[in-house]
């Protein structure tokens, strides 16, 4: 019986010790920020921390929750009266290792927001006797946490702008490139147009349409989407996000299921699972390897795979009648009465034969369509897995929406790896004081789709396993 690898043997370790030599060190971050009312400038010292959730499926921007102390004067007398017209400047100041000194190597970014204050969230004012009591006395008597949420001020506009028009004769790249590149150019923030760039994956549908139709009232950011639906775009869905990367404001275009873009991808991620034993907190956890980024990531990952169980109940494959049939000749002139023929009304399709041969295509119950890009999606989405993990002392500004991705793992001491696109990710910046210092360390819980695993540990290697270790011990 081949004998098993140690974890220090394998090439996982040898390229987690790379990146651990490589990283540039500890990501601390020290955030300052100005909130801005239509009076005065107000500096904020008592940041608490920052969450923001993007989720590349559902949503096409994110808005960062904020909380932060402030004393009971300044909130009721320089906040709250200008709370539905704030706006706020952070500053993200990248320290060195230990959180002391400020790495001169690195940019600091200063970004200006919207905020929008819920009074739900927030301490009660209006019909209150503490608006009779000067402002320093309520300062030195207590300190409320305020949350807020922040808009990107070149999002908030592309978020509401409508368009509408019609095209002819035209594919459906160059459709979405006269939309959310040249369209979304017309908005001007600060001078500045408020899109820098359009980064989108070649359709899969590549036929010239006859006439699109876009009516008064349509969203700007959905134009995608409603082309996916009605027409089809890609075989794996589709999601449109609008996101700040390497400097420049883009709007990105992409397949949620699509196992071969790592391998076509310029910008790139391979995550790297670390047995929890070996590295339970890593403080140097990347290293950007030209335009790939490497990450380590430790505890807390969960493989998520319902594929088998999808395809039992929901098919492997889909049969539907195919619209465009209908307007050719679908049937057969019989002396008696037409013949109906099956292979020209319907579109039958299975993706890939289950290995107990036991394949089924359900008849889908929809309308008549042409657009099988859609169904084929559905399908595609039984057959892909889901893996969440946390990687510790991030750099979330370094991942895209729907960024290709490799994930490297083991498996009776081998590394196996599975392929998919970066689909979700939730970011916590909370403060770490250092030698009075008050910085932040991020943690970013990562969700990507991918193949799925095909092998798993055995009883019988877990237990080998087991017995070589208390051997050699």
């Not at 969230?121 to 949420?149: F, K, Y």
């Not at 490139?177 to 017309?186: C, D, G, S, V, W």
């Amino acid at each position: 019986m081949k004998p098993l690898k140690e974890y220090e043997d394998t090439t996982l370790a040898i390229n987690v010790e790379e990146i651990i030599k490589k990283s540039q060190g500890t990501r601390l971050f020290i955030y300052e920020a100005t909130l801005h009312t239509p009076e005065e400038n107000i500096g904020l010292w008592g940041l608490d921390g920052i969450e923001t959730l993007y989720d590349y499926i559902n949503n096409v921007h994110h808005m960062p929750k904020l909380k932060f102390n402030m004393g009971l004067g300044d909130y009721i007398y320089r906040l709250f009266p200008y709370r539905n017209n704030l706006e706020m400047t952070i500053r993200r100041i990248p320290m060195k290792e230990h959180g002391i000194k400020k790495n001169e190597k690195e940019k600091i970014q200063i970004k200006r927001w919207k905020v929008i204050f819920n009074p739900k969230n927030n301490p009660p004012v209006a019909g209150s006797d503490l608006q009779h009591i000067e402002r320093e006395t309520l300062n030195n008597t207590d300190m409320p946490e305020i949350q807020v949420e922040l808009v990107d001020r070149h999002a908030e506009p592309l978020r509401v702008k409508y368009h509408s028009g019609i095209y002819q004769k035209k594919k459906i790249e160059d459709v979405i490139r006269a939309t959310l590149a040249y369209e979304a150019k017309k908005v001007i923030v600060d001078g500045k147009p408020a899109v820098d760039a359009l980064e989108m994956k070649k359709p899969d549908n590549k036929d010239e349409i006859e006439h699109i139709v876009f009516p008064s009232g349509t969203l700007l950011h959905q134009v995608p989407t409603i082309l996916h639906d009605k027409i089809g775009v890609y075989i794996g869905g589709l999601g449109t996000y609008y996101q700040e990367y390497r400097d420049k404001k883009t709007w990105f275009v992409y397949p949620f299921y699509d196992e071969k873009a790592f391998d076509e991808a310029d910008y790139r991620v391979i995550f790297y699972a670390s047995p929890q034993d070996r590295r339970a907190q890593l403080d140097m956890s990347y290293w950007e390897d030209d335009k790939t980024l490497k990450v380590v990531v430790t505890g807390q990952r969960l493989y998520s795979d319902s594929a088998e169980l999808d395809q039992m109940n929901k098919g492997s494959g889909f049969r539907a009648p195919d619209a465009e049939a209908m307007m050719l000749k679908p049937h057969e002139l019989d002396v008696k009465h037409p013949i109906a023929n099956r292979s020209r009304l319907n579109t039958e399709l299975i993706d890939h034969d289950r290995t107990d041969n036991l394949n089924y295509a359900p008849i889908m119950n929809s309308k008549q369509t042409a657009n099988l890009y859609v169904r084929k999606t559905e399908v595609l989405s039984y057959q892909f897995a889901q893996v969440d993990f946390v990687w510790e002392n991030a750099d979330e500004t370094l991942i895209y929406p729907g960024m290709p991705c490799k994930y490297h793992y083991l498996v009776r001491g081998e590394v196996k790896e599975l392929k998919g696109r970066v689909l979700f990710k939730h970011v916590f910046s909370t403060r770490v004081d250092r030698q009075d210092v008050g910085v932040f360390r991020t943690v970013c819980r990562i969700s990507i789709g991918v193949t799925p695993q095909k092998e798993f540990p055995t009883n019988e290697y877990i237990d080998r396993l087991k017995t070589e270790r208390d051997h050699t011990e």
